[in-house]
Nanobody
Framework: QVRLVESGGGLVQPGGSLRLSCAAS????????MNWYRQGPRKERELVAA????????NYEDSVKGRFIISRDNAKNTVYLQMNNLKPEDTALYYC?????????????WGQGTQVTVSS
């Protein structure tokens, strides 16, 4: 059974940091691109950070560039999101996502999410 389990969310003051983790199982982790999405109150889900399966190159949503770092440890089947200098607008439910596209099928898996709240 495919599973993606997020952890590390919580309540933090503006300017603080959190490190999110996503533990994966049930599929060949190293062959999947891994992504972090988030959905804030009254907002649409958006892609925050992505890391490729091939060379580990990364991409970030403009508002988090320079503050967030996505990384992966294929030996541990885990992807991380280091979140620094957090702002109230970062408040959202953060989802771990795994994606792989083959010639015939697109695989997409989602975790249940972990809540991040940035408030004084």
């Amino acid at each position: 059974q495919v599973r993606l389990v997020e952890s590390g969310g919580g309540l933090v003051q503006p300017g603080g940091s959190l490190r999110l983790s996503c533990a994966a199982s049930g599929f060949t982790f190293s062959r999947y691109a891994m992504n972090w999405y988030r959905q804030g109150p009254r907002k649409e889900r958006e892609l925050v950070a992505a890391i490729t399966s091939a060379d580990g190159s990364t991409n970030y949503e403009d508002s988090v560039k320079g503050r967030f770092i996505i990384s992966r440890d294929n030996a541990k089947n885990t992807v991380y999101l280091q979140m620094n200098n957090l702002k109230p607008e970062d408040t959202a439910l953060y989802y771990c996502n795994a994606e792989r596209t083959t010639a015939l099928y697109k695989y997409r898996y989602w975790g249940q999410g972990t809540q991040v709240t940035v408030s004084s």
